[in-house]
């Protein structure tokens, strides 16, 4: 068996935040070198870093995540390992590279794992050895950094399709929603519009949608029917 | 940012075996040592094994299923990173991998792929370093090697979870086939009885599955309508 001494393994977190008006998607700012070296451009990247020796994988993301963007308590759940072996090889990541890792040229493994939480609860604040860090439109994304345009796409699949079986929106919502609310987040994540009506009968069929002998309180409006979520039934 | 240097990424496959009997999956003894020493106990393991440098782990998995078992061409997909300090690290283990390993002790963080295949088609023979390779009932499992049993559980979550949406069924059923034959797949891999009336219902609500045209031919009995799937409804 070869032993692959020079293997380095890393996270990297695509984190959604959610508001009606669309999602957004968690970026920092790889920060300029001291002195400025005009070989090196900075580019925008998902918050990631290796891992730490004792620790595990969700332990780790959850570390980086707070180390980079200074966010905690957030539901994280991993996706996918990115291991292509020329992942972090690309001409544009190298300068960059060279600057800040004592052996840049040495191949990079990720895990990625992804979350989704309301825009407005979460601040992120950039650490000292990010440049910044801020939510941004999933339509204004241009070329990141290594594969991460890839690895966002892979967290695009993985929210879309597990938002109906998964914890994903029950860590979202509040504990007794609308239907309202729950379509607008499904509109938003899954880029489309529901029938008001149909949307209300699939909801009947989901098994992890409860309805309480509850109503909205404290509202304008005709008070709606609250609903929530049934544990048992999700998948973790 | 602290280089990870003592750590290792290996990748372990758990490959599903189906017939209408149930499913069976596919396992290595591990050889014993020569000379013989009677601290090691060679455990039933996953074939799985540390990837190369130079590979992506999609190749890694499929070349080291190869390598282990002669089984060429099967479909593997991804579905989790098992990354606890500690994995490899538990007292049953120990004297096994000193045998084989030249550092015993580091930490091993795996990937592991699933797949489904007819066991008909797919004879496993061993490779010489492995003891042997075996088709076992999957109620017949007891303690693997490692962390083996929890990676072939989460295996299972995997394979259930996405036989509807996902490529494994269409990559183990003929081209076209019968709805008999989509139920008995359901049934085995699900654990559960399904109403025939009911299941031919709601194949026709899956987009993925398309009827065709055509009947069976050749067979004694009243010869059934053929289906195939779609596969641009098929999520890859």
């Known amino acids: ?8 393994l890393s996270v990297d977190c695509v984190l959604f935040g959610y508001d009606d008006a669309g999602l957004k998607v968690l970026l920092i700012n790889q920060k300029r070198t001291e002195p400025a070296d005009s070989n090196v451009k ?21 570390r980086v995540l707070y180390e980079l963007t200074q966010l905690n308590g957030v539901y994280l759940k991993q996706f996918h390992a990115f291991g292509d072996p020329n ?5 544009k990541d190298r300068a960059w590279l060279r600057s800040v890792r004592t052996q840049p040229e040495q191949r990079v493994v990720t895990v990625g794992y992804f979350g989704l939480v309301s825009l ?28 991460h345009n890839e690895i966002l796409s892979g967290a695009i699949d993985a929210l879309q399709s597990q ?13 007794k929603f609308t239907i309202s609310q729950l379509q607008s987040l ?27 002998d509850e ?12 609903f929530s979520f049934n544990r048992d039934e999700l998948e973790s």
Chains 1, 2 share one sequence.
């Open 163 to 175: 938002l109906e079986s998964q914890h994903i929106s029950f860590e979202l919502l509040p504990k």
């Open 186 to 212: 499904y509109e938003v994540v899954l880029e489309k519009k529901f029938d008001k009506r149909n949307f209300r009968k699939n909801v009947k069929k989901m098994s992890h949608v409860v309805p309480l």
């Open 87 to 91: 992942r972090v090889k690309d001409l």
């Open 120 to 147: 407005h609860d979460f601040n992120p604040k950039p650490a000292s050895f990010a440049g910044s860090a801020d939510w941004i439109d999933l339509q204004d994304i241009g070329e990141l950094a290594f594969d």
């Open 42 to 62: 900075p580019m925008s990247q998902l918050p990631g870093d290796l891992i730490l020796l004792d620790e595990g994988l969700d332990e780790a993301a959850a």
């Open 215 to 226: 109503k909205q309180q404290g509202v304008m409006h005709k008070p709606a029917q609250l």
């Open 1 to 8: 068996m070869q032993q692959n001494e020079t293997l380095h």
